[in-house]
């Protein structure tokens, strides 16, 4: 954690992240991205949360490509 970050921006921002969006929310975030401490902290904290790694990717596409070759297997063996 960024310590010039404050720790109610840090709360704010971790309910943001868990919560639906909300108007108010988004209003409340857009003020407080005004500031580019909070800016670079809140940069980091999406970085954090949505990056994944390589294999993580695979694992998660895996279905749709067992699909995709489960079709592409189907239409071979019907033309065949």
Known sequence: MDERV???????????????LTEEGLIELDKKLRDPIFKSYY???????????????????MPMIIMVLLILIGIYLFLK
Request: proline share 3%.
């Open 43 to 61: 940069e980091s904290r999406l970085d954090q949360k949505y990056s994944k790694s390589l294999p993580q990717v695979f694992v998660d596409y």
């Open 6 to 20: 404050s720790k109610k921006d840090v709360e704010f921002l971790d309910m943001f992240l868990a919560d639906e």
